[in-house]
């Protein structure tokens, strides 16, 4: 079993700048993928970036490219997504993903999910 524990969501303002933190333990081995997903009150839950562990390869949401940026720390075990120029449509509770295969795109596709933080963005 993998449990992930994520970390990092708050109350901004547009155009502030947060950090999402998940650190993944348990049986990781099989894990090569990991990524992050997004889920607003009354929507379904969506995709937002993905990042494959051994090379750093990454795809993002169109929305999103050139505003956030996943990266995996290997040596601390954790997978960040670091948000920039955040706007009132990216509240939402954010989900940190593991999946044993690429791509982590699809909800249906993911083996584990976190427990989810909130991020807010106010106008």
């Known amino acids: 079993q993998v449990a992930l524990v994520e970390s990092g969501g708050g109350l901004v303002q547009t155009g502030d700048s947060l950090r999402l933190s998940c650190a993944p333990s348990?049986?990781?081995?099989?894990?090569?993928?990991m990524a992050w997903f997004r889920q607003a009150p009354g929507n379904e839950r969506e995709f937002v970036a993905t990042?494959?562990?051994?090379?750093?390869?990454?795809y993002y949401k169109t929305a999103v490219k050139g505003r956030f940026t996943i990266s995996s720390d290997n040596a601390k075990n954790t997978v960040d997504l670091q948000m920039n120029n955040l706007e009132p449509e990216d509240t939402a509770t954010y989900y940190c993903?593991?999946?044993?295969?690429?791509?982590?795109?699809?909800?249906?596709?993911?083996?584990?999910w976190g427990q989810g933080t909130q991020v807010t963005v106010t106008s």
């Open positions: 993903a593991a999946c044993r295969g690429w791509p982590c795109s699809g909800v249906g596709g993911v083996d584990y």
């Open positions: 990042i494959r562990r051994s090379t750093g390869y990454t």
């Open positions: 348990g049986r990781t081995a099989g894990i090569t993928v």
